[in-house]
Nanobody, 117 residues
Framework: VQLQASGGGLVRTGGSLRLSCAASGTTFSAAKMAWYRQGPGNQRELVAG???????NYADSVKGRFTISADNAKNTVNLQMNSLKPEDTGVYYC????????????WGQGTLVTVSS
């Protein structure tokens, strides 16, 4: 199973980016797809997640600015990031996790987002 993340880059404060993560090698069911990020000197944190049923959750710091979406048929998960701030800078990782049997937990390679002030 491979998760390929893309869409990172350099953007100015207030700008937008769209991250995409494409999974290959299997079809996910009853799994939660999510984006995490790790800023300089920080631990990896959850940014947004979406269940197979479409329920979304967001970190307080990104609510109202970021939107997560998933296409289960295409095994992709996207993160639309608007009104970006310098504190959004970091490496963004996509994640697919299933807590029911058979369990699994896959990570993408990360894509760098840099927001300049």
């Amino acid at each position: 199973v491979q998760l390929q993340a893309s869409g990172g880059g350099l953007v100015r404060t207030g700008g937008s980016l769209r991250l995409s993560c494409a999974a290959s090698g299997t079809t996910f069911s009853a799994a939660k797809m999510a984006w995490y990020r790790q800023g300089p000197g920080n631990q990896r944190e959850l940014v947004a997640g979406i269940t197979s049923g479409g329920t979304e959750n967001y970190a307080d710091s990104v609510k109202g600015r970021f939107t997560i979406s998933a296409d289960n048929a295409k095994n992709t998960v996207n993160l639309q990031m608007n009104s970006l701030k310098p504190e959004d800078t970091g490496v963004y990782y996509c994640n697919v996790r299933r807590v029911f049997l058979p369990t699994y937990n896959y990570w993408g390679q990360g894509t760098l987002v840099t927001v300049s002030s």
